[in-house]
């Protein structure tokens, strides 16, 4: 069985770090694309970091740029995502997505599209980021 567990969240001061990991079972990261999504209130969910081996080099979405930094562990098959100088706009519901042999600037922008229809393969549940201000 497919699984991809998001854990790291919390609540922090603004200014503060967190790191998100997403551990994955039922398959390895080697052909798939690895993303982080996140939705904050009222919005729709967007495409922050992504991880690719088919890429050369890691996705950041503009406003996270040179402060969240996306690493992997093969050999855990696990992705995290070193956030630090977190603001208060970086309130959300972090999730981790994985979509097999997908460019990251492709994966980025199907946040909100299923599956069958383009999407990410598989989805973990989300954990809440809570920066306070």
């Known amino acids: 069985e497919v699984q991809l567990q998001a854990s790291g969240g919390g609540l922090v001061q603004a200014g503060g770090s967190l790191r998100l990991s997403c551990a994955a079972s039922?398959?390895?990261?080697?052909?798939?694309?690895i993303g982080w999504f996140r939705q904050a209130p009222g919005k729709e969910r967007e495409g922050v970091s992504c991880?690719?081996?088919?890429?050369?080099?890691?996705y950041y979405a503009d406003s996270v740029k040179g402060r969240f930094a996306i690493s992997s562990d093969n050999a855990k098959n696990t992705v995290y995502l070193q956030m630090n100088s977190l603001k208060p706009e970086d309130t959300a519901v972090y999730y981790c997505a994985a979509a097999w042999k997908m460019f990251c600037a492709v994966a980025m922008g199907t946040a909100n599209i299923d599956q069958d229809l383009g999407g990410m393969d598989y989805w973990g549940k989300g954990t809440l980021v809570t920066v306070s201000s």
């Open positions: 039922g398959f390895t990261f080697d052909d798939y694309a």
């Open positions: 991880i690719s081996r088919r890429d050369g080099k890691p």
